[in-house]
């Protein structure tokens, strides 16, 4: 069988990101609902549902490209395995029209003289450069991540260029990350345009995209993730929902109906900002999105929501927050994890639960990992 997508970068190994770019893509879902059902062999599920497919290319909202090179000819890309700098601007996950910035962008830096930094000289200006696209505004936000200020003067000046060309770039800032290390973004953000943040739009729920707010990066399955999550709680009806890990509130606002009370935790205050002007746009009243820890924020309360989701990163929601859900123990909770293994891990201490309902979304094509949605509901004893 032949590969669906043919990537010019893996076949030459200066790329290595998609390892299983060569599998059919039918194949590589397989396989990913197969590991799922590995991981949950030992338990009991009501209702396994189809996984949700991805286009195989072109499905990406954003980029992350490292600026490499110097600044009469700047690369934007990684360094391959055998050290060589690569440019990523026609990577295949990107669509078209995103392509053709980053191209463009490469040229950019060279007009503006940007010079990249050097790892191994410690010196030089632009680390990376962050591009993220709204489909619902057909808008760009740009990020440049610097060493210092230094090279902003430049940067300003030569950015009419750049927007004579493409006027949809809503939104530009420079990100101050002077440390000497793989970090990829520092405290200090710098806008140079009046806008400062995104609108998207999933299912008729508006949702921002900052700087610094977590994002979905595949748009068309990150929509499916949400509505699915609405049909799944549409059915329970609930009259309270908490939201931890909320983000900019996308599980929550798709889940709250108006007479709904909704509170959203997050410990990004960006994020929360957006949350909140997301829903003063759906006109909801009963929502509490507050910027605080969320196993910290539960261990205050005393008393239980009808419904409690929750979408931790990679590592999960762990032994103490396990433990405070199944103290409140809650009617329903909704799950959405990028990491199989710790869900699985996090199931297994939340043994008041059943799982009703078990979904796979392929979120990250031509790898290892997917996201996964899981309603548990309390099981009677």
């Not at 055998?82 to 962008?105: E, F, H, I, W």
């Amino acid at each position: 069988m032949q590969a669906e997508v043919i990537c010019p970068h893996f076949q030459a190994q200066r790329c290595l990101s998609c390892r299983w770019i060569e599998q059919p893509y039918a194949m590589q879902l397989a396989a990913k609902q197969a590991e799922l059902k590995r991981l949950f062999a030992d338990c009991r599920v009501a209702e396994w549902c189809e996984p949700i497919a991805s286009p195989p290319q072109g499905f990406r909202n954003k980029a992350k490209m490292v600026a490499l090179g110097a600044a009469h000819a700047p690369i934007l890309g990684i360094v391959s395995p055998n050290g060589q700098a690569v440019s990523l601007t026609d990577c295949l996950l990107y669509p078209p029209p995103m392509q053709a910035l980053l191209k463009r962008l490469e040229h950019w830096i060279q007009q503006a003289g940007i010079p990249p930094y050097r790892v191994d000289k410690a010196k030089g200006e632009l680390k990376y450069i962050l591009l993220t696209h709204s489909q619902a505004q057909d808008a760009y936000m740009l990020r440049l991540v610097l060493r210092s200020e230094q090279a902003l003067a430049r940067i300003q000046a030569s950015l009419p260029l750049l927007l004579a060309d493409y006027p949809n770039i809503r939104v530009v800032s420079a990100n101050i990350q002077p440390i000497h290390m793989a970090v990829l973004e520092g405290e200090q953000e710098i806008f140079l345009t009046t806008e400062t943040r995104l609108l998207e739009e999933f299912n008729q729920v508006p949702l921002y995209i900052r700087p610094k707010s977590f994002f979905q990066t595949n748009p068309m399955i990150a929509a499916k993730l949400y509505q699915t999550a609405q049909t799944w709680t549409q059915s329970l009806a609930p009259n309270s929902i908490w939201d931890l890990f909320c983000g900019v509130g996308g599980f929550g606002l798709h889940c709250t109906q108006p007479d709904t009370a909704l509170t959203g935790i997050e410990i990004e205050a960006e994020a929360i900002a957006c949350a909140r002007a997301s829903a003063q746009i759906l006109g909801l009243k009963q929502i509490d999105f507050r910027a605080l820890d969320s196993h910290h924020w539960s261990e205050q309360s005393v008393a239980a929501p009808d419904l409690v989701i929750v979408n931790p990163p990679r590592r999960g929601l762990g032994v103490d927050l396990c433990a405070q859900l199944t103290l409140l123990n809650p009617p329903a909770i909704l799950y959405s994890s990028c990491n199989a293994l710790t869900l699985s891990q996090d199931l297994q201490a939340l043994k008041n639960y059943k799982i009703q309902r078990i979904q796979l979304f392929d979120m990250f094509v031509h790898t290892i990992h997917f996201e996964t949605l899981v309603l548990l509901l309390r099981a009677a004893f």
